[in-house]
């Protein structure tokens, strides 16, 4: 036993610290031929010239994006794969987190809407989490991809009419996997509850979508793979094979399924919405202030480091379980071996933006990608430490964990969405957003709501795991002193909901063909009048 | 990194060789481990009962893993000793849980075995704790005038019966779940005590040393 927790965790640790010095050495000797000039390829497989860009209120800066070579990078029918993916997420967002908000509520007030069996706890919270993982943020950030990679690449997107079907299947898929759960039919484990016969259909889905994708990078016209390009690369393999290994039917059992299944629920995060939302941070910081990220070599660093700790953390979910000790501590080490791509990842992007705060000030999609890419620092160095034994005897089983969660999925991915959203609308319609006032109210909704929730659930989470380790106190009692935090994070809750109808309603006027359109070169008003 | 191909390759391998540590190996250890001798398979209500289990979502509010004396108070809550990965093995989907806004059920049947007990308990939990934030499940039982033969009468204190002085009885699908809950009772001595987290036993050892 000693053996097998010694050498397999120190071979796994050698082999990621090799890896890393591999590729510092390959770094220092040009071989991946990289430096801070490349950073300037977003600037330059677009041709516009950098500066403040913000679409989102600003009329002149609405023009679809125009290839180097004149090329027009969003003919129609890549537009109406992105919108169409952009509108079902904003949907599954709404709806989502109305199920999310029920069951917030259903923690304080236990017999409300309990006559009807999908209406109860169990179920509502399990839709709630599956429309905004595979509804909202997927859907989102797959329809953000569908965008960016064209754009960093500068071509059109290949194959659009095989990616709006794949878009299409995994929006059925979602309904579908939604509907059943409500109705009683999981595979029953956490974040893969939808029955496996629709995750087939999703997986074919995502497929549909990854291919051009692919051939899309294939085709690119620039001379550098810009950031944005390796994370979404990566999460494009990453998730299909996550996927569809963890949803074979009848192949786990017992305590060894609970380690697939946690292997696969961080990957999810780790492996593909964080990197959807670290991808898109990374352009569109640059993008709205026009500058380029602060040390484009140190992006090399944060990715690789991310893909190589990032995929082994899953285990410390099960610190405490019934998994070998060796498993578990390998979790943890590679959960705080996590610092270094995230502290490269902050540097790389808060200096950017903190200094120019009066783009910050000047643009909602910008504040809401900056505070995003912040929210991920602070989700990635929370989560490290809650992996910490002594940390995680207390946080386990509390809604302290259900707080950090929020803060990853929501903080950080739902934010950069939100900026992305209202960055890349715009530009394929060529209009502002209509109602900038909703907008404004959305960003203040979510970030106060927001903030509310996460405090409430932290400090109640906090106490509630000190009050369940605690042999001289009844264990009602950690229950019951969580209510007023729970109550907390309703009134959060709410706001953060009423932020996101603020947020369709815009979406719903500016798909309407409502909203200033960019006027035509010749009729642009003369000075003057 | 100008080149897709290599940065593709290299990001599959990456996941293969975390698939390994975190999946494969673990998969290899734990199946190789024989079935504790105590633990018998689910049998047919009790297998019912699972499946209410996992269709109503408990296991978002309860775990099924006691953890062991040197990190948490579970054994002294009488929740059971730390289990071990062959306690599971007859499960799918396992139920391991990552919330305690309950408490934890692994060895629920051994310390609260009455069918009685649990039947109120699901029909209304505010009956018996009165702070309880547990849902009522109003819809695995029926309220009829009075019972007939081979119905399952759910004892309720006065102020949570039916006012029209009928009665509640349970669906067969409560009693498939309440045979599944009084059935759990993992107690018999653990029969792989390695098969566990044991890093805070370890941790507790390095200092007294």
């Known amino acids: 036993m000693v053996f097998t927790i010694g050498t397999l965790v120190l071979v796994s640790f050698a082999v990621s610290l090799m890896a890393l010095v591999v590729l510092i050495w390959a770094i220092s000797r040009s071989d991946l031929q990289l430096d801070q000039h490349d950073a300037d390829t977003i600037f330059e497989a677009e041709a516009r010239p950098a500066g403040f860009d913000d679409p989102s209120e600003r009329t002149e800066d609405t023009r679809s994006p125009i290839g180097i070579g004149g090329e027009d990078l969003h003919p129609a029918a890549s537009r109406q794969a992105v919108l169409f993916m952009l509108g079902m997420a904003t949907l599954w967002l709404v709806i989502g987190s109305v199920f999310g908000l029920m069951a917030s509520f259903k923690l304080h007030m236990p017999d409300w809407l309990n006559d009807w069996a999908p209406l109860t706890f169990g179920r509502v919270r399990t839709m709630h989490l599956n429309l905004v993982a595979y509804g909202w943020a997927t859907a989102g950030g797959v329809g953000l991809a569908l965008w960016l990679i064209p754009t960093i690449f500068g071509t059109h997107l290949r194959l659009p009419r095989l990616a709006l079907l794949g878009g299409v299947l995994l929006n059925i898929a979602v309904a579908g996997g939604v509907t059943a759960i409500g109705s009683g039919w999981t595979d029953g484990l956490e974040w893969l509850e939808i029955p496996w016969q629709f995750d087939i259909l999703f ?79 990374y352009y569109l910081l640059p993008r709205i202030i026009g500058k380029p990220i602060y040390s484009y070599r140190l992006s090399l660093v944060g990715f690789w480091a991310l893909a190589l700790f990032y995929s082994q953390v899953g285990i410390h979910h099960l610190i405490g379980g019934p998994i070998p000790t060796w498993v578990v501590t390998l979790s943890v080490v590679q959960s705080v071996m996590m610092f270094i791509p995230v502290i490269a990842v902050a540097i790389n992007q808060h200096p950017l933006w903190m200094g120019n705060l009066s783009a910050f000030r000047a643009s909602v999609p910008l504040r809401f990608v900056a505070i995003g890419a912040l929210l991920y620092t602070a989700a990635s160095f929370q989560g490290s430490l809650e992996a910490l034994r002594s940390m995680n005897s207390v946080t386990h089983f509390t809604h302290y964990t259900v707080g950090h969660a929020h803060l990853g999925a929501y903080g950080f991915v739902s934010l950069v969405l939100f900026g992305g959203f209202y960055y890349v609308v715009p530009r394929l319609l060529g209009r502002v957003w209509p109602m900038s006032w909703l907008m404004h109210a959305h960003f203040w909704l979510v970030t106060v709501g927001f903030a509310i929730y996460f405090v409430s659930l932290s400090i109640g989470g906090w106490l509630q795991g000190q009050a369940m380790l605690d042999p001289a106190r009844d264990f009602l009692a950690s229950m019951e002193l969580t209510i007023p935090y729970l109550t907390g994070r309703s009134i959060g809750g709410t706001l953060m909901l009423l932020g996101h109808f603020a947020f369709a309603i815009n979406l719903v006027a500016i798909l309407a063909g409502r909203g200033a359109e960019r006027m035509p070169l010749a009729a642009a008003p003369q000075p003057g009048e | 990194m100008n080149r897709a191909l290599p940065l593709i390759l290299l990001a599959t391998t990456i996941l293969v060789f975390a698939t390994v540590f975190l999946v494969i190996l673990p998969a290899g250890q734990i199946r190789s481990a024989a079935i504790p001798e105590g633990l018998e398979p689910y049998d047919a209500a009790e297998t019912r009962g699972r499946a209410q289990y996992v269709s109503l979502g408990c296991v978002y509010c309860h775990s099924q893993q006691p953890r062991a004396p040197e990190q948490a108070p579970d054994t002294a809550r009488g929740w059971g000793r730390p289990s071990t990965a062959s306690d599971y093995a007859f499960d799918s989907p396992h139920l391991l849980g990552t919330m305690r806004t309950g408490p934890d059920l692994l060895n629920i049947g051994a310390r609260m075995p009455s069918r009685a007990w649990q039947l109120t308990h699901l029909y209304q939990p505010r009956a018996i704790h009165p702070t309880s934030i547990m849902p009522s499940y109003p819809f695995l039982f029926e309220t009829k005038p009075e019972a007939a033969a081979g119905d399952v009468l759910v004892q309720l204190p006065p ?43 370890e941790a507790r050892e390095g200092e007294a040393e």
Request: with cysteine; aromatic share 12%.
């Open chain 1, 203 to 281: 997986a074919i889905g995502a497929l549909c979508l990854v291919v051009p994708l692919l051939a899309t990078a294939r085709h690119r016209q620039v001379h550098h793979i810009y950031v944005t390009g390796w994370y979404y690369l990566g999460a494009m393999i990453w998730f299909p094979v996550l996927f569809v290994v963890a949803n074979i039917p009848g192949l786990h059992v017992g305590a060894q399924q609970a380690a697939v299944n946690w292997w696969f629920a961080h990957n999810v995060l780790g492996l593909w919405l964080t990197p959807l939302g670290v991808g898109a941070a």
């Open chain 2, 159 to 201: 102020e949570y019966r039916p006012e029209d002085g009928s009665v509640v009885v349970a669906r067969p699908e409560a009693l498939d779940l309440v045979a599944y809950l009084v059935g759990l009772d993992r107690t018999y001595p653990a029969a792989t005590p390695d098969l566990r987290d044991n890093g805070y036993a």
